[in-house]
């Protein structure tokens, strides 16, 4: 596998090498119009939109269920008195069970902090006032969001 990742490596350079050594260029791009930039910032608008909401939801399902899973586990920790070894292994695996339900619960209310609404309409104004999303934003933001389904031919 590392031979075949330092072939492509290297025909990725040699190719490089050989579009820079003819004077072969990209061609720059068209700038665009202004309806143009303005029916992009709209599509990123909805798309920012349709992120911040399936987000938001996607952390409501996550706290619930790490919730149901948490009480269920620890209600089962509390009333278990282990006196065989399979009992004293079942234990150990509820503790596992309740510290990752525990994270879960954590993640999803880090989540649902970072993912608000007043989040959202700040970036909408940063949209608005023509400044560029932050990174994190920008690389969650995939063709789905966009409501274009993407071909390849």
Same mark, same amino acid.
């Given at each position: %596998? ?91 695996? %509820? ?59």
């Amino acid at each position: %596998m590392r031979h075949l990742i330092f072939i492509c490596w290297l025909l990725a350079s040699v190719c490089a090498v050989s579009f820079t050594a003819h004077g072969q260029t990209w061609p720059a791009a068209a700038p665009l119009s202004d309806s143009a930039a303005q029916v992009a910032r709209d599509d990123t608008a909805i798309a920012l939109q349709r992120l911040f909401r399936t987000r938001r939801h996607s952390s409501i399902r996550l706290l619930v269920l790490g919730s149901i899973v948490t009480s269920t586990a620890a209600y089962a920790l509390v009333t278990n008195h282990p006196e065989t070894t399979y009992q004293r292994v079942s234990t150990i695996a %509820m503790v596992a069970v309740v510290g990752i339900s525990l994270w879960q619960v954590s993640s999803a209310i880090g989540q649902r902090r970072r993912y608000r609404t007043r989040q959202e309409e700040a970036l909408l104004s940063q949209l608005d006032q023509g400044r560029p999303l932050p990174r994190w934003v920008r690389r969650r933001l995939i063709p789905a969001y966009f409501g274009t389904k993407r071909r390849t031919n």
